[in-house]
C-alpha cells in the first residue's frame, strides 16, 4: 500500500533497507537495536549533563531496576523531575537507546530525568515492566531530596510502549494512592491490546510499525496469563481499557498519521477529557511510527520543539 509521507520523510525513508523491522526474533530484533543505537549515538552532545548508573530496589520478590539517573550540571535548589520510560513494543530497548531525548531535555529544560530500565517481554509478562517502572516512580519520589528533584513537580514521560507504560504508571499511582504526578507525557502510545481500531486494521505494512508488529507486542507482552482481545485483560496492561480516567494528571499525546497507534492515541486522549483531564492532543501528517527519528525533517523538528513547550508548561518552568 503507498502512503502520502511528508515529501522530506519519504526521502530519508527511501535510504532505509528494504526489510522491515520485526519483533518475530526478540533475540535478534534486539541485536539489530543495539547497533542501530551504536550507530546514532557516537556524536551525541552529552555536554553540560552528569550521568549515573544505578540499581535500585525492583517489586516485591523481583531483581533491582536498573536506572540511569540525568542531573544538569551545577543544579543546587529542587528542580522538576521525570521518569522516563523507553519504548520497544515491550520486546526491545534499553537505556541507551533513550539517551539522546534524556540529555536533550535534561539539558535544555534544566531538570533531572530517571531513565528506568524495565524487564522485557516476552521472558518477563505483564505486570513485569509496569511493576518496574512503578517502583522507579517510588524511588524517585522517594529520594527527591538527594535527587534535587521538586517532588511536586514529577512528571512521566514515555514513547510507544514507553507511553503506554507512562499512562498505566499513572493509573497504577491513582488507584495505589501512589506518588503524585504533576503531568504525563504519551508520545504515540501503546494502549489497546484489542487492536480493533480503523488505523489497526488499516496500516498492516508501514514502516517502524505494524499491525503484525502489534499482534506480537501484545502477545508477548500479556503473556500466559491473558489472551490479546479477551474480555478479561486489566486496564492496567492496556490502559485504553479503563472505564474511569477521572483523577489522572494532565496530559499530552502526540499521534502520527500512517501510524497503526494513531487512532488508539487519538480515543484515550478524548477519555481524557471527557473525564475532566486537561489534555492536549497533536497529529502530525505525514507521518509514521517512529518517523520523529528523521530529525532533518520539518516535521521532526516541530515535534521536538512541542515536547519541550508542553514539558515546561506541565512541569510550571518559568521561561
Not at 253 to 273: C, H, Q, S, W
Request: with cysteine.
Amino acid at each position: 500500500m503507498s502512503y502520502n509521507y511528508d515529501p522530506e520523510l519519504a526521502k530519508m525513508l527511501a535510504l532505509l533497507p528494504d526489510t522491515p523491522l520485526t519483533i518475530d526474533n526478540p533475540e535478534q530484533a534486539r541485536a539489530n537495536f543495539v547497533e542501530l543505537v551504536a550507530s546514532m549515538s557516537s556524536d551525541l552532545d552529552r555536554t553540560g549533563v552528569s550521568v549515573e548508573n544505578r540499581l535500585i530496589p525492583g517489586p516485591a520478590g523481583a531483581p533491582e531496576v536498573p536506572v540511569r539517573i540525568y542531573t544538569p550540571e551545577g543544579v543546587s535548589a529542587p528542580v522538576p523531575g521525570i521518569l522516563q520510560i523507553h519504548g520497544g513494543g515491550f520486546v526491545i530497548g534499553n537505556l541507551d537507546g533513550e539517551q539522546g531525548t534524556c540529555f536533550a531535555l535534561c539539558r535544555g529544560l534544566g531538570v533531572v530525568i530517571v531513565s528506568v530500565d524495565y524487564r522485557l517481554a516476552p521472558e518477563t509478562p505483564y505486570p513485569g515492566a509496569l511493576e518496574d517502572c512503578y517502583a522507579a516512580l517510588q524511588w524517585t519520589s522517594g529520594n527527591s531530596a538527594e535527587l534535587k528533584i521538586d517532588p511536586a513537580r514529577l512528571a512521566v514521560f514515555g514513547q510507544s510502549a514507553g507511553g503506554g507504560l507512562a499512562a498505566a504508571v499513572a493509573l497504577l499511582a491513582r488507584d495505589r494512592d501512589g506518588p503524585a504526578l504533576c503531568f504525563q507525557y504519551l508520545g504515540i502510545p501503546e494502549l489497546d491490546d484489542r487492536l480493533q481500531t480503523a488505523s489497526m486494521r488499516q496500516y498492516v505494512d508501514t514502516p517502524m510499525w505494524n499491525r503484525p508488529n502489534a499482534e506480537l507486542s501484545w502477545d508477548y507482552y500479556l503473556g500466559d496469563q491473558y489472551q490479546r482481545g479477551a474480555d478479561d485483560v486489566p486496564y492496567h496492561a492496556a490502559p485504553a481499557r479503563a472505564e474511569d480516567l477521572s483523577g489522572l494528571p494532565p496530559a499530552y499525546i502526540n499521534t502520527m498519521e500512517f501510524d497503526p497507534l494513531r487512532d488508539e492515541g487519538v480515543e484515550y486522549a478524548l477519555k481524557l477529557m471527557r473525564a475532566g483531564v486537561a489534555t492536549e492532543l497533536h497529529s502530525f501528517p505525514g507521518t509514521f511510527h517512529g518517523s520523529s527519528l528523521f530529525t532533518g525533517a520539518q516535521v521532526s523538528r516541530r515535534e521536538s520543539r512541542e515536547m519541550f513547550t508542553v514539558l515546561q508548561r506541565g512541569l510550571k518552568i518559568e521561561d
